[in-house]
């Protein structure tokens, strides 16, 4: 069964320092991934998709992850914080063809 | 660019009421979910749907729970007799063939008092 670990449920920055957001799968093959974010009280936006073109994925807002198969990660990563980086981050993958199994997220906090 | 809407975005509702969540998923897409987010937890699946019947349920989709695409555009998800805890944000999800990428809508807080 395809499972989904975040490593940390809650991780703080200093804005302009890099983000590291941790994300381990489990897969009996080499999955699809992706990465959700969620902001206050909205709805769930994609930041990026591993869909195996590439191992490094480039996502919006900057954010990037890549996907290490020896290590069965899929961490998210972001040179420089923005306050407006702050939100809940899930990791994401697909099983079967019929639906996803969300991480437990992530809740980044950016301070100033 | 097409997206997965949802109404209405905020239900209040009493306890042992029934409230249908609506949805319109993206027009040329085939396989639609509904997901659901209790307040401080992670998204859980509910239940898909292709094809005109449900493809795959969790074990949160009780015999309360009811989904249908009546007219080939909306899809709803049906409460029978809500209870306190399904209060939480529930999500619609859309995606076409052939794509694991889901779209998903702006979500519907329910709050069952």
């Known amino acids: 069964a395809q499972s989904v670990t975040q490593l940390d449920s809650h991780v703080s920055v200093s804005e302009g320092t890099p983000v590291l957001l941790r994300c381990n799968y489990s897969?009996?093959?080499?999955?699809?991934l992706f990465w959700y974010v969620q902001h206050p009280n909205k709805g769930l936006q994609l930041l990026l998709k591993?869909?195996?073109?590439?191992?490094l994925v480039k996502g919006i807002n900057g954010f990037e992850a890549e996907f290490k198969k020896s290590e069965t990660s899929f961490h998210l990563t972001k040179p420089s914080a923005h306050m407006s980086d702050a939100a809940e981050y899930f990791c994401?993958?697909?099983?079967?063809?019929?639906?996803?199994?969300f991480g437990t997220g992530t809740r980044l906090k950016v301070l100033a | 660019e097409p997206e997965v809407t949802q109404t209405p975005s905020h239900q209040v509702t009493q306890m042992g009421q029934e409230v249908i969540l609506r949805c319109v998923p993206i027009?040329?897409?085939?396989?639609f979910y509904w997901y659901r987010q209790i307040l401080g937890q992670k998204v859980e699946f509910l239940v898909s749907?292709?094809?005109?019947?449900?493809?795959?349920k969790s074990e949160i989709f009780d015999d309360q729970f009811s989904v249908e695409r009546p007219d080939g555009s909306n899809f709803t998800l049906k409460i029978r007799s809500t209870k306190l805890e399904d209060s939480a944000m529930y999500f619609c999800?859309?995606?076409?063939?052939?794509?694991?990428?889901?779209?998903f809508g702006p979500g519907t807080r329910l709050t069952v008092t």
């Open positions: 999800a859309s995606n076409p063939a052939f794509s694991y990428e889901q779209y």
């Open positions: 591993y869909t195996s073109a590439a191992t």
């Open positions: 897969s009996s093959y080499s999955p699809s």
């Open positions: 994401v993958v697909p099983s079967g063809t019929y639906k996803y199994i």
């Open positions: 027009s040329n897409h085939l396989y």
């Open positions: 749907f292709y094809n005109n019947e449900i493809s795959e």
